[in-house]
């Protein structure tokens, strides 16, 4: 019977596996926090030290602001006034991103006339004239990952304001992510000018980048300063806030049961 059934092409089967992939991971992330509660370790805060940035050497918590008995880096326990520099960069980028996608990135003067482009009507051009694969990566590296970045950011500084300790590895992997794809942020300047060289093919044209463009070369700019302000422990200090105050509540009711301070932690789940 089973013989009469059509075989899965290469494609099918490349995409049933995918699939079992990318559910394989929902499961793991989704499995993650239940399976295995925070182990409760110590923090150089908890220590009542705090560590250079520089060469890692620990000092005392009341040198902060001073310099490194070491190297001599001033010291500081976390990124000074990391949320607000964040949040400037961020609602800095926002802003453009509008700019960015509404303005022209170049504008194409031939003997036909002159053409403007924003990001979307050349993601449009390339799908049109049948570079999908190209379209689909100027998509991804100028529209998506930008919008993504900032996204993640913005829900990782909400999550500090609110002292969420709602799956913190989670949390500390999305930043994560968000600095790998730093790394890859020169992608989309380099998309903008793959595009206008690729009109410039045409002896004819030339091509000049338009106000977007540089909108646009800000909004990565911004989204990466916005990334290297945010300082990750700031997650987990709400944790630690929370472990500390089950800690005295415990000291406080000596009566309560040994499981009092995790289930606490876990109720702001
Ligand atoms: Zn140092």
């Known amino acids: 019977m089973n013989r009469n059934e059509p075989r899965p092409s290469a494609r099918q089967r490349a995409l049933r596996r995918s699939r079992e992939v990318v559910a394989g991971v ?49 010291l500081h326990h976390r990124k000074p006034a990391s949320l607000t520099r964040t949040w400037a960069f961020l609602l800095a980028a926002y802003i453009l991103y509008i700019p960015a996608n509404v303005l022209p990135i170049m504008i194409t003067r031939s003997i036909l006339g002159t053409q403007e482009d924003t990001i979307l009507s050349g993601i449009i051009y390339l799908w049109v004239s049948g570079s999908r694969m190209l379209a689909i990566v100027v998509l991804i590296a100028s529209i998506v990952v930008p919008l993504l970045k900032m996204m993640i950011l913005t829900f990782l500084l909400l999550s500090v304001h609110l002292r969420s300790t709602w799956r913190l590895r989670q949390q500390t992997r999305l930043y994560g992510l968000v600095e790998l794809i730093g790394r890859w942020s020169m992608l989309d300047i380099f998309v903008v000018a793959l595009l206008a060289s690729l009109v410039r093919a045409g002896a004819l044209a030339q091509v000049d980048p338009g106000t977007g463009a540089a909108a646009f070369g800000m909004v990565v700019v911004l989204t990466m300063l916005a990334s290297l302000s945010f300082d990750p422990r700031l997650l987990w200090d709400a944790h630690d806030h929370a472990a500390l105050e089950g800690t005295n509540r415990k000291d406080a009711h000596p009566k309560a049961p040994a499981g009092a301070a995790p289930a606490s932690a876990q109720a702001n789940d």
């Open 26 to 74: 929902v499961q793991e992330l989704a499995d993650d926090d239940e399976r295995t509660p925070l182990p409760e370790v110590p923090t150089a805060t908890s220590m009542g030290l705090l560590s250079c940035h520089a060469c890692d050497a620990l000092s005392p918590l009341d040198q902060e602001g001073q310099p490194c008995r070491r190297c001599g880096a001033t």
